[in-house]
């Protein structure tokens, strides 16, 4: 099951949404994998292409030597609160100790050129934290994600990446990588082999938020990855938190940027552990059944509903509710017409679930 599966999410096009979209309408990894080829004709797409499955194969046997491992959503030990997010991955490769995540964790995130103190605060709040039982959550930037790493090291730390779980990212880092997934936590999303991109980033972030109670922002400019860690934790419902900085040090800006807009400003691990202690039980819930959280799609529209849907589409975004106001046409034909025009290459997706056609 897993090896189609797999095959899935590698194949063109197929980005979290549709993924869970093709399960929740097919049933299962086969059967919607039978089905693409006329879905994508359907879209308007000229060329059927699906992930190779030698590829594939070769791209399991590779993880199980490299001593890593794939985690599905829908699996028992799928990290609890990353699989509610709308967007979560649906698969995850690890390296390390998965049960890390078991426990409340908290992401630590900031400035790639932080400051001597700002990091030394770091790893001194990391090492804290991690005395009092939490896991630390970072992404092995330069800077405040590695002094997290290296103050929590000891007690259990967890990475996110933003390459392939095989590759060492920044080039610096390739000890303290090495170390993490010895005797803390490696995740990747991205295939093996996979250098890091800047449009990997994002997607790397929405995991260190998803995957943690709580996000603190030590030092971060206005417009810095950091503060889109955070506001991927606030979409979420989950903690946000930031050090308050001087106004006169640039790096700064972004932490008392967030605190206007409604984080909790915090100052040492205490009052850190005290805000993540509420969210215990949603974390360390029983495991349940995975079920897809988006409403089945049907493809028994008339040809009238399907042009209505296709005739507002534009190039720019919109939401789908917006779509299916003016259209008329039920929200389950509107996704299945989206669904078939995404898997053609030809529907781009936004933030907030809006989408228009692909420039």
Partial sequence: MHFDQLRLIRSPNIVPVSYRQLMARFGNARAAL??????IRRGGGKRVVLANEAAIAREFQFVQAFGARYVFIGDA???Y???HLDNAPPVICVKGNLELLACPAVALVGA??????ACQFARQLAFELGQMGLSVV???ARGIDTAAHAGSIESGTVAVIAGGIDVVYPPENRALQHAIAERGL???EQPPGTEPRARHFPYRNRIIAGVSAGTVVIEAAPKSGSLITARLAADAGLEVMAIPGSPLDP???GCNQLIREGATLVQNASEIAELISPLDNRILAPPVKW???IAVIADDSSHTERSAVIDRMGMTYVSVDELVRQSGSSPSTVQMVLLEFELAGKLERGAGGKVRLAT
């Fill in 186 to 188: 490696l995740i990747a």
């Fill in 81 to 83: 609160l990353l699989s």
């Fill in 112 to 117: 790639r050129n932080a400051s001597a103190g």
């Fill in 138 to 140: 970072s992404g092995l």
């Fill in 251 to 253: 790096r700064s800006r």
């Fill in 34 to 39: 039978e089905a693409l080829p006329d879905l």
């Fill in 77 to 79: 030990d799928y990290p």
């Fill in 291 to 293: 079920e897809p959280s």
